[in-house]
């Protein structure tokens, strides 16, 4: 867990603001003929969050909640329906042409999956050099000097330059995927659960590359997972989703030690610990996962949640402030208060 002294307390460099997300369903032939009405399916509702320079912030929730939208969403990879993306001052949402791709090279992403990630027809070398190709002038010479720089940084020799994705294991993939991220130097990283996909002994060493290049490099990470021990090591602060909302957020260990949603109460009880009576009683959630086309009315996680009122299902609780850094979409603290 990084205890770095209040990162949510500095000027943030990226910051949303009531980030919306909605994607209309495909309608059959018929459907169009009729005209039946459109289906939309909303990823993403009033998400709203910021992130300090030199921060971690880890983002976690189940399959589905919203997480890699919301990375798409911060790199306009996908367009946000409502809201503001906020980077360094400047609203990136209304960026547009040779505005947009002088911003793409201060924000880059580290995707999950180190086979679909990287073209299977070029070699280690063009993949990793082609977003100098796109934003930097740079001679032959002078590109392939970069290139060899940052796959020594990532564990990796520039011997193996000329090599094809398949000639490499599946953490050396990832390693050449990092390289990628890097090569220009950004200032802001989207990390799209690039462990997941891989080992257990491997993860533990692309998670401390991880680490080591942030400090080397002076980088700011949105480290997107579902496993919440991953998160609880390499975050300052973690967001919790769920169905496309932002149910919590707090510094990573008050969360850890005290955490104030239910829902996050029910994931910190379903990690296993080897301490003798430090195992939490485990919280078992009740019904499945509401379909995003029929979001439940009120709270989202009531028909879940052990802890329900009345007014869970008739409305919708806003993120309220426990303290400095500490945010819940929570009415048992609102009825506290």
């Known amino acids: 867990m990084n205890d770095a002294a209040s990162p949510w307390a500095a000027e943030p460099l990226v910051e949303v603001r009531g980030l919306t997300k909605e994607f209309e369903l495909a309608r059959s032939v018929g459907a169009r003929l009729l005209r039946a009405p459109r289906r939309l399916v909303r990823a993403v509702n009033d998400a709203s969050f910021s992130i300090a320079r030199g921060e971690t912030l880890g983002l976690i929730g189940e399959s589905g909640c919203g997480k890699s939208t919301v990375a798409r969403l911060l790199l306009r990879l996908h367009e946000p329906t409502r809201g503001q993306v906020m980077f360094d001052g400047i609203d990136i949402t209304t960026l547009a042409g040779a505005d947009l791709m002088q911003f793409r090279r201060h924000m880059q992403i580290m995707f999950q999956d180190p086979y679909a990630s990287l073209n299977p027809r070029k070699t280690v070398e063009q993949i990793v050099a082609a977003p100098l190709m796109l934003h930097e002038r740079l001679s032959r010479p002078e590109a392939r000097a970069r290139v060899a720089d940052f796959i020594g940084r990532v564990g990796l020799q520039s011997s193996q330059l000329q090599r094809y994705p398949h000639q490499f294991s599946g953490g050396q993939r990832q390693r050449i995927g990092i390289a990628r991220a890097l090569i220009l130097k950004p200032e802001f990283v989207v990390c799209d659960e690039p462990v997941s996909a891989l080992d257990v002994s491997i993860q533990a060493q692309i998670i401390d590359l991880l680490l080591s290049l942030k400090s080397e490099l002076g980088l700011t990470y949105l480290f997107i997972s579902h496993d919440l021990a991953v998160v609880g090591y390499l975050s300052d602060r973690i967001a919790v989703m769920y169905l496309g909302e932002i149910v919590e957020t707090a510094p990573t260990r008050a969360l850890l030690e005290s955490p104030a949603h239910p829902y996050t109460q029910a994931l910190l009880s379903a990690i ?21 086309l029929a979001p439940p009315a009120g709270c989202k996680f009531h028909t879940r949640c052990p802890a329900a009122m009345a007014i869970c299902r008739r409305q919708a609780p806003a993120l309220t402030s426990l303290g400095v850094g500490r945010r819940v979409a929570c009415h048992l603290h609102r009825e506290a208060k």
């Open 272 to 292: 296993p610990r080897l301490e003798r009576g430090q195992q939490r009683s485990r919280i078992r959630l009740t019904g499945d996962l509401p379909s995003p």
